[in-house]
């Protein structure tokens, strides 16, 4: 089996996940800009951690064997500070040349504030202008539904923006077909207490199709589960579903999504 795991904050995870990963059939790992689990302070602070993404973390995956690609941005959580959110996107740029940076992510919302709006919008402007593409965080909970419909409009408002170019991350049942329906790609995020579950994840494959649409675990710091993309094709074998079926949705769809990013390779992979 192959998969790639496009959502992974591999600088929170221990060398044994790598290695579980790679052996579980993992071909790349993409790993988004992201909250520390504290607030930063100072745009130094910020500098350092996208050195660690485009530096540091593609070397460590590499003793495993792993393609380590990653996104840049200031995450949602740390934009109430307008001033240094400010700061930070302006250093962002020298980060875009990396070899091994896909795009700009993952930007978003958390709270839906307005300061949070200016950042995102912020970040928007970034990516139209170096032509990058966009991975998308979505509220948490109660904050979801309204928030998804938010960065929809935000997004869709910029005549310059392909829908194609945006992956809109952590839908559920009730983001997934507002998400589709207007053109973006989706993410099922899959946690062992929140977000999806790997049958709610295939019953949405089933309402809404297998096109447009990619999982990952998001692991991270917290509760969260490094291999819960590979152990998703255990719930679509035991509904029946062909191995060209997992294949599609665990690795294609994500390489088709990520490949229009020219730097994203996948060594070893034919085109098929
Ligand atoms: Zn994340």
Not at 54 to 71: I, M, N, Q, V
Not at 124 to 143: G, N, W
Request: proline share 6%; glycine share 6%.
């Amino acid at each position: 089996m192959r998969y790639i795991e496009p959502h992974g904050h591999m600088v929170s995870r221990t060398t044994d996940d790598y290695r579980a990963m790679v052996t579980a059939g993992c071909a790349a790992v993409c790993e988004p800009a992201f909250w520390a689990g504290y607030d930063r302070s100072s745009v130094d602070g910020f500098r350092d951690y996208f050195r660690q993404l485009t530096r540091f973390e593609p070397a460590r995956a590499a003793k495993y064997g792993l393609p380590h690609y990653s996104w840049i941005c200031l995450n949602p959580k740390e934009a109430e500070d307008l001033v240094l959110a400010r700061d930070v996107v302006a250093i962002i740029p020298e980060f875009l040349s990396e070899p091994n940076v896909l795009g700009i992510g993952e930007i978003g919302l958390n709270r839906n504030t307005r300061n949070e709006v200016t950042a995102f919008e912020w970040h928007v402007e970034l990516a139209i202008r170096h032509s990058q593409l966009i991975l998308v965080h979505t509220p948490h909970l109660e904050d979801k539904l309204k928030g998804t419909r938010l960065i929809l409009d935000l997004l869709c408002a910029h005549r310059e923006i392909d829908p194609a170019r945006v992956i809109i991350d952590h839908v559920e049942e009730h983001t997934i077909r507002q998400v589709l329906d207007r053109g973006f790609w989706a993410g099922i995020t899959l946690y062992p207490e929140s977000k999806s579950s790997p049958p709610r994840a295939v019953d949405m494959l089933e309402l809404c199709g297998r096109d447009r649409i990619w999982l990952n675990s998001a692991c991270d710091w917290g509760v969260s589960d490094p291999l819960a993309v590979p152990k998703t094709a255990l719930e679509m074998r035991r509904r029946g579903y062909t191995d060209d079926f997992v294949d599609a949705v665990l690795f294609r769809n994500p390489r088709q999504f990520l490949s229009q990013c020219p730097k994203f390779q996948l060594p070893g992979h034919d085109a098929t």
